[in-house]
């Protein structure tokens, strides 16, 4: 059997019954919590010992990469120490609050301190906090200009359109075909802004993952023998406060985050 390369083949290697046994709500959701450890293949019932062994093997090839991504954050922690709070605080859109730099994502206030160190009321994990912090050290700052583009239009991310196509905006379609309330869940859990008939869709959303840096949310309902559609937009100057690699893994974990929240409220 060939090997497993990456997270999307996977989930291609799982039943895809959305059984639920394993714990999760569905097959795709269970392929994120393999891929952040907290599952295993045993964990679903109807794998078979050679796929089950398949996935392993890749989930240990990752490690390595794991332990990098612990190296980066702790690079990145290094580097805070030579940030002005103070002066950076109109650059990110952020502000100084009790000695601390706080910056807002998806209506939530995360404090970080010289050393790096960040505090929130919801869990912070590596890939919410490499991202805040790159935007903290790296943003050359300006405000959204309300020009949106798919992801394949910023700059150097034409390559990895696809990619983000599988990985991101098919996953949340499928979510939003099944719960049909989803994004009024998350115009209130993240204080997002519900915007009509963009790009003529029927629903458009906008969140604010860092402060300068929104995202839109397009989607299409079924009709007759058309299938529902969606796409998630980018400000023309999103690239100016992450790079198009780190767009991405803000965008695949946001949306791991949307399914957890899916399956909690069902």
């Known amino acids: 059997m060939a090997l497993i390369r990456n997270p999307l083949e996977v989930y291609a290697s799982l039943p895809k019954t959305n059984c639920g046994q ?44 794991r332990h ?29 609050v009790g000695g601390k730099l706080a910056v807002k994502a998806l209506g939530r206030d995360f404090l970080i301190d010289a050393a790096g160190n960040i505090a929130s009321d919801c869990h912070t994990h590596a890939g919410l906090a490499i991202p ?6 790296f943003s050359r700052g300006g405000r959204p200009t309300g020009s949106w583009l ?12 696809l990619h983000f196509e599988q990985m991101c905006e098919k996953p949340l379609k499928r979510l939003l075909d099944t719960h049909t309330g989803l994004l009024k869940d998350l115009i209130d ?29 397009c989607y299409w309902e079924p009709e007759e023998d058309m299938e529902s559609s969606l796409n998630i937009f980018f400000d023309a100057t999103a690239v100016d406060h ?3 690699e780190w767009i ?13 929240i899916a399956a909690k409220h069902t």
């Open 150 to 161: 798919p992801f394949r239009e910023l700059s150097n991310a034409a390559s990895r359109g």
């Open 22 to 65: 394993c714990a999760a709500r569905t097959c795709l959701a269970f392929a994120g919590a393999l891929a952040r450890d907290e599952s295993k293949p045993r964990d679903c019932p109807h794998l078979d010992d050679a796929v089950a062994a398949r996935i392993v093997a890749y989930l240990d090839s990752r490690k390595p990469a």
């Open 68 to 96: 990098e991504q612990e190296a980066e954050l702790q690079r990145l922690r290094g580097g805070m120490a030579a940030i002005d709070f103070s002066a950076a605080t109109a650059r990110l859109g952020a502000t100084v």
């Open 189 to 217: 859990i993240f204080s997002g802004e519900r915007s009509i008939n963009l790009f003529g869709s029927d629903v458009s959303l906008v969140l604010y993952p860092l402060p300068r840096l929104p995202i839109l949310i």
């Open 132 to 137: 805040l912090l790159r935007y903290v050290l």
């Open 248 to 260: 991405f893994s803000l965008c695949a974990g946001l949306v791991a985050m949307f399914e957890k």
């Open 242 to 244: 992450l790079s198009v």
